[in-house]
């Protein structure tokens, strides 16, 4: 069966500070992975996905960046941290169907990031 | 205007009780649409998911579409404490990869015992 990792769970950074997340996914081969924002009271916000190695689609221009080293690996990064970056952090995954399909997306755990 | 509206509550119900979230979304070319749970600090799970218009069920659960007036709901029956969670609706194109899934901003629902 396929599982979804992030680490950290939790983090708290002060402002300027660098940022990295990472996710990584078991149990399946070339999925799309996405980063997701959740801020309190709003709806999840797509910020990047990829459908391959080394391939990244940005959907909301912003100081973060992303990365996919690997298949299965999908890392979310920042050189300067901004007080407006606090949120939880989502990371999710779907099969790579391509035309008219439905893609379940499937959610890692989450990382809850403070910037103070 | 958002393209998925959701009241986001908070909603408290009793135990036992029938509880019904809505969602609205303005573009006509989406197809698929889903509802998902979402825990407090955990990820989002999916519930279900509905192609077009109709009702599906599954357990004390029914998604309904109406794709003529661009509503989607939820119907949880015999609600229980442990369905006390933020519910997400979402919707989907449906065309190229999964990167087209727009969500709603949640609605929190608490059942008291």
């Known amino acids: 069966s396929q599982t979804i990792h992030q680490w950290p769970a939790t983090l708290v950074q002060p402002v300027g500070s660098p940022l990295s997340l990472e996710c990584t996914v078991e149990?399946?081969?070339?999925?799309?992975l996405y980063w997701y924002r959740q801020a309190a009271g709003r709806g999840l916000q797509l910020l990047f996905y990829s459908v391959g190695i080394g391939q990244i689609s940005s959907e909301v221009p912003q100081n973060l960046s992303a990365s996919r080293p690997q298949d299965r690996q999908f890392i979310l990064s920042s050189k300067k941290l901004l007080l407006s970056d606090s949120g939880f952090y989502l990371c999710?995954?779907?099969?790579?169907?391509?035309?008219?399909?439905?893609?379940?997306?499937?959610f890692g755990p989450g990382t809850r990031l403070t910037v103070l | 205007q958002k393209e998925v509206e959701q009241d986001p509550g908070p909603l408290s119900v009793p135990e036992g009780a029938i509880v019904s979230l809505n969602c609205t979304y303005s573009n006509s070319a989406f197809q698929y649409f889903m509802w998902y749970r979402q825990y407090s600090r955990k990820g989002p799970e999916l519930l279900m998911y509905?192609?077009?218009?109709g009702n599906k069920e599954d357990g004390r659960f029914t998604a309904q579409v109406d794709k003529s007036s661009k509503y989607i709901s939820l119907f949880i029956r015999d609600s229980q404490p442990s369905d006390s969670a933020t519910y997400l609706c979402?919707?989907?194109?449906?065309?190229?990869?999964?990167?087209?899934?727009?969500f709603g901003p949640g609605t929190r629902l608490s059942v008291l015992p």
């Open positions: 149990g399946t081969s070339n999925p799309n």
């Open positions: 979402a919707t989907a194109r449906g065309d190229n990869y999964g990167q087209n899934f727009v």
């Open positions: 509905t192609y077009s218009s």
């Open positions: 999710a995954w779907s099969i790579d169907f391509t035309g008219h399909s439905y893609n379940e997306q499937f």
